[in-house]
DNA sequence: TTATTACATTGCAATATTACGATAAATAAA
DNA sequence: TTTATTTATCGTAATATTGCAATGTAATAA
């Protein structure tokens, strides 16, 4: 069917998940480490950086874009794109609230 | 396309989205928190749990085994699965490496 | 042996994602 | 105005993902 039944999961599951999935792919990864890279708003010579066609780099920034993560504030005829500090902030507590859940006692899972 | 240019980019990127990706689906984010809050090898009841078919359950848990953060061990006829702590740190490491990076002067984004 | 139980795998239909050329929109420069 | 320049959006082809029924497999019970 390729359709995720989100109705049977929580809002903060789905909510993980959709992070995650905008984090799953490594064009994105490469963005936002050069976006801390550069630690300055950066305009679109991303399409230098990374090997990909401008209209993918766009689809890309609009997923980053669509999670908050990333923000962009139009200069004239070009855009400057940076990280969202609140947010990042927000989705590095969302993972780790999920990573500290275990193990509950240190150095002791179960198998 | 629908297909990855992953030689476009590091080891550690593809890696990162290889992980992420399993991470994107609120079911198997449902599997994780399950196996945490049970703190324990559990079998096959999250049949029981989620609202979805054994055959998708069990698609996902071979995800979840391959990138490691879950093992199973076959006990008489049920299998007892668990999350390796060892390969929970690594990827929990992973991120942290990613998340900490930005911002690098605290509470000084760039916009 | 013949069930039964618990998972895994296969095969498929429905949908989503990735990539990019073509084109649109908006600003700046000539 | 006309022409670049920069980014967004549309349309489309190739591929990936999701979900499940059906079936396979392996261990136990009768």
């Known amino acids: 069917m390729g359709v995720t039944k989100s109705d049977l999961f929580s809002e903060r599951q789905n909510e993980l998940a959709t992070i995650a999935r905008v984090f799953a792919h490594p064009a994105r990864i490469a963005i936002l480490e050069h976006l801390i890279k550069a630690n300055t708003c950066i ?45 990042w902030l927000e989705i590095r507590q969302l993972f780790e609230s999920l990573f500290a859940g275990f193990p509950k006692i240190p150095d002791q899972g179960c198998c």
Not at 43 to 48: A, E, R, S, T
Not at 63 to 76: D, F, H, N, P, Q
């Open 43 to 87: 305009n679109g010579d991303l399409v230098q950086e990374l090997g990909l066609a401008q209209a993918t780099i766009s689809q890309h920034l609009r997923e980053l874009k669509a999670i908050g993560v990333i923000k962009g504030s139009i200069e004239g005829v070009s855009v400057n794109y940076c990280i969202d500090p609140i947010r």
